[in-house]
Every structure is written in structure tokens, then in C-alpha cells.
């Protein structure tokens, strides 16, 4: 039976929510004010890896399949591009990482992500690789405010968009009515503006600034993102992204020259030499004390139910977790405890 959901914010967890609802032929009204500050801002570095120990990034051999086909299968619909696969070299920043490298290289689990290793910069001479480096492969990167663009353009074009703020004060939580209209579930997916609503204020939601800047260069590869203390990610036209910062507890928007002069300071972990500064940019990730996002309803109103908390992985893990936050509202399937909200008995 076809049913009709609300769903506030659309960003990446807002679109790929109502992407697999609209799917399995129910009706989406999606509500956003029009100003996003998290989705459209980050970087898309999709990567494989958590270099600091040089372990797979949680879940990855279900989220990255899945990711993949969902967005290759989205550009065919809409018609548009904005998924590019490219190779990460890491420049390893210590004997001890090479180490871990080495040693997990060859091993079934990682085989399909590390690959080449090479002792130190070979030719290239604009790198600070003298502990060596490696490739790893999997990793892409999404065109991110024309993701978003086109993905709220699909939703505009059979008008289940709605630009303009959310009014808690017009909502009857009791009986999932907004506006006078009653839906069979209300779905909040609202990042790091969810601490200023009234339902899931005792989840621990953080705010997590992260700013990041634009270069330009001639010299750098053009078809490799580059890894240490930092990312560079060539974006065309010889400007390449470098990012990020992280401001704990920290929902102010303004670039600062603080955030500046770490950028500075990571890429010269990375890069020698100077290159020019062509934009520099803010924005804010919702993240959670755990690392792992929020997928749950509410105890208090049963048609009331909360998808947040994707943060720094958000490209890489939306598309699988979407549909497991179908499950939860159309089928009742509980997400295990490790990303449910009931994780927080409280909630």
C-alpha cells in the first residue's frame, strides 16, 4: 500500500532516504530551507582506509560495492556526472606505518586496497615522501554541490520538494501532522541543525566544524589524490581541494585564518613549495562521540524517526544506510545496536 512521509533536510541523508522510499512507490515530501552547509561543502574524498592504524574503514566491503553501483546507477537516471574514481597515494608519515603497509599489503582482507609500495618519492621531487608511499585503489571521489543540485532537482521536478524552514511549532508529534497534513512517518535528517529541534535533543549529535581550501596548480598530479596529515584532491582545471580541519563543538560558519594557516601548515607536511590559495571554505559535519551514525525512532512518538550522524564517511556509507533506514520505516527491521539510536537508552 502506498504510504506518504515527510522527511526534513536534503542533504546526502535526506535525498538517499527519500531516493529508496520514492523507489518502493511511496510518497516523499521533502522540507529544506535551502542553505546547506554540510552535504554540499565536503570535499566527496571517498577513502577506502583509516590510515592511522591502516585499517579498512568500518563496514567497507558492504558500503563501498553498494555506494559504487548507487551512484553510477543515479548519474544514468538523471543523466548528469558527478562520480569519479581515483587512486590515493599515501605518503606514508612514519617507518612504523610503512611497517603496518607492508604487512597487511599481501593479506586477503586488504589486497583489493593496497597496492603498489614504493621506498621513498622516486622522481617526484615536489613530495615529502621520505618514508616511502602506496596506492590505494577503491577509492573515488563525488562532485558534491552538483550532486546535491541535481538530486534536489529530481525531487523539484515532481514537486516533493519543498524549499522553506521546518515550524516544530506546526507539527502534532502524536499524530505525525505537519501543517495539517497527516503522513505516515516523519523523518528527520537535518546533520547538525537537529540540536535546534524539540525530538532526539538527548542524542549526542555534535557540531564539527571542518574548513577547507582551494589551490591552484600546474605541477601536481592531475588524476591521483595525494594523502598525508592532509588530502589533495584535483578537481580540474589544475585547482585542487586540500582539507580538513576539525573544530570540535564548533557550528560557527566563517572561514578564520586559524583554519587557514592549518591547512597551510598539513599540505606543507605533503608538498613542497608554494602555491597559490584560490578559495577557502567552512562547513559543519554531524558527528557522534562513537564515530557511528543515529538510525532510529523515537520511543516517545512511534512515527517520528531520526537518520543523522553519517559525518566524515557520509558519501561512502548513505547509500547502504538508507535502505536500511527503509527497512526500519516501512518493515519495522531494527538496525543492529551499534548504529541504532536505542544505543542512547534515553532516547
Avoid at 519543498?162 to 512517518?185: M, R, V
Avoid at 554531524?286 to 516517545?300: H, N, Y
Wanted: aromatic share 12%.
Amino acid at each position: 500500500m502506498k504510504k506518504q512521509y515527510l522527511i526534513v533536510g536534503a542533504g546526502l541523508a535526506g535525498l538517499t532516504l527519500a531516493y529508496q522510499l520514492k523507489k518502493k512507490g511511496h510518497l516523499i515530501t521533502l522540507i529544506d530551507k535551502g542553505e546547506n552547509h554540510s552535504s554540499a561543502i565536503a570535499a566527496g574524498m571517498v577513502n577506502p582506509m583509516v590510515f592511522r592504524r591502516m585499517n579498512k574503514s568500518w563496514r567497507l566491503d558492504e558500503f563501498l560495492p553498494e555506494s559504487v553501483n548507487f551512484y553510477q546507477s543515479l548519474e544514468n537516471e538523471l543523466g548528469v556526472k558527478f562520480y569519479q574514481p581515483i587512486p590515493i597515494m599515501r605518503c606514508f608519515s612514519s617507518q612504523q606505518e610503512k611497517k603496518w603497509w607492508v604487512e597487511r599489503k599481501d593479506q586477503q582482507d586488504f589486497k583489493n586496497y593496497l597496492h603498489t609500495f614504493n621506498e621513498g618519492a622516486g622522481e617526484n621531487n615536489l613530495l615529502h615522501c621520505e618514508n616511502g608511499s602506496g596506492i590505494v585503489a577503491g577509492a573515488y571521489w563525488i562532485n558534491t554541490s552538483y550532486f546535491i543540485q541535481e538530486f534536489q532537482r529530481y525531487f523539484r521536478d515532481d514537486n516533493s520538494l519543498q524549499i522553506k524552514a521546518f515550524d516544530a511549532t506546526k507539527l502534532n508529534p502524536n499524530e505525525a501532522c505537519y501543517e495539517g497534513i497527516s503522513y505516515d512517518g516523519i523523518i528527520f535528517c537535518t546533520g547538525y541543525a537537529q540540536s535546534g529541534l524539540p525530538f532526539f535533543k538527548q542524542l549526542p549529535i555534535q557540531q564539527t566544524k571542518g574548513q577547507l581550501m582551494t589551490i591552484c596548480s600546474s605541477k601536481l598530479p592531475k588524476d591521483i589524490s595525494l594523502n598525508r596529515k592532509c588530502f589533495v584532491l584535483p578537481i580540474g582545471n589544475n585547482l585542487l581541494k586540500v582539507g580538513a580541519t576539525y573544530e570540535w563543538h564548533n557550528s560557527t560558519l566563517h572561514i578564520t585564518p586559524e583554519g587557514l594557516h592549518e591547512l597551510k601548515e598539513k599540505l606543507a607536511c605533503l608538498v613542497k613549495g608554494d602555491f597559490d590559495v584560490v578559495k577557502q571554505e567552512a562547513g559543519i559535519r554531524p558527528t557522534v562521540s562513537d564515530r557511528r551514525p543515529l538510525l532510529g525512532k523515537s520511543a516517545e512518538f512511534p512515527q517520528l524517526f531520526l537518520y543523522n550522524g553519517l559525518g566524515t564517511k557520509g558519501y561512502l556509507m548513505a547509500p547502504l544506510l538508507s535502505k536500511e533506514m527503509a527497512e526500519l520505516i516501512l518493515e519495522g527491521k531494527e538496525p543492529p545496536m551499534e548504529y541504532n539510536t536505542k544505543r542512547f537508552s534515553f532516547n
